[in-house]
């Protein structure tokens, strides 16, 4: 019942904050028209017509031929902020600071989804959650044992694999938006960063750096909600009530597939990305601290031993 409860509760908060994101961050997009500049085109309208017209499309040509090129600083950068880890351990590789970073390529997504699928850590967080699943006796279809851990292990795998490659990749390259979660930063309230952490996973940045709906996250997840149902046990006997005096035994059954089901796992990956977005967002300010109270403590400390 507790469960239940829960996914009724995850969906309730990703449906709000889905409205909310989708129906007010336009409204703030469109307070920044881009700006038009008729003086110019009037003041060279004198000039002598046959050299103007091939001097204005020289650099029109000049531009789109090679949009996603990168200097090697920028490569080094994006190179650095994909080995991020947080307190060296957690994989923290699709956060950038940078708010006009160059676009990701097809191949540099799929690089990023190929990264943070197989690094040893998340492997091991799944196993992880293949064991706490084991002990709940979550999926009795899956039974126990080395067999049933395996089965567990493996249904974790498959979750995480498909969510990052149709969230991360798949998706992302299709409809042309960047999967990396791009870090507003200090200067601004708590709850506008709060706000902020948790709005990324329903508005994006897409590759021409403009702010979209985030479909690449929302259809990944529903995606991927829609392929564990080939893979989770169906409608399977788990025990059977035995007969008294009064009354029959009852087959007890447990199906772990279906849309309602689907809609769940669906929306708790959406509140777990919302609470990864908000995670995003702060914890360099966090390090920070634990970096400042770290260096204050060791002046006190060398001060009592001379």
Partial sequence: MGEYLLIKFAVLVVCCFALVSLFLLPCAAQQTPPPSTPTPSTTSTPSTAAPSTPAASTPQTQTPTNPR?????EKEIEKKEQSQRVLGV????????????PPLTSREKFHLFAKESIDPVTLGIIGL????????????????????YGKR?????ADSVSSGFFSNYFYPTLLKQDPRYFRLGEGHSVAHRLFFGARQEFWCHDDKGKHVVNWSSILGSFTSGAVSNIYYPGRT???VTPA???SPAIPNYEDDRGVTLTLSRSAIALAYGMA????????????AMLHRHKKTSTPADTGTNP
């Fill in 153 to 157: 292990y493996g249904a974790s795998l």
């Fill in 90 to 101: 957690l994989p923290q590789f699709a956060v950038t600071s940078r708010q006009n970073a």
């Fill in 237 to 239: 006997l788990i025990s």
């Fill in 129 to 148: 959650q293949a064991g706490l699943s084991q002990a709940e006796d979550e999926f009795p279809a899956y039974g126990q044992g080395a067999v049933g």
């Fill in 244 to 246: 008294t005096a009064t």
């Fill in 69 to 73: 090129a990168k200097t090697e600083e």
């Fill in 276 to 287: 990864g977005g908000v995670f995003d967002e702060f914890w360099p300010d966090i390090h």
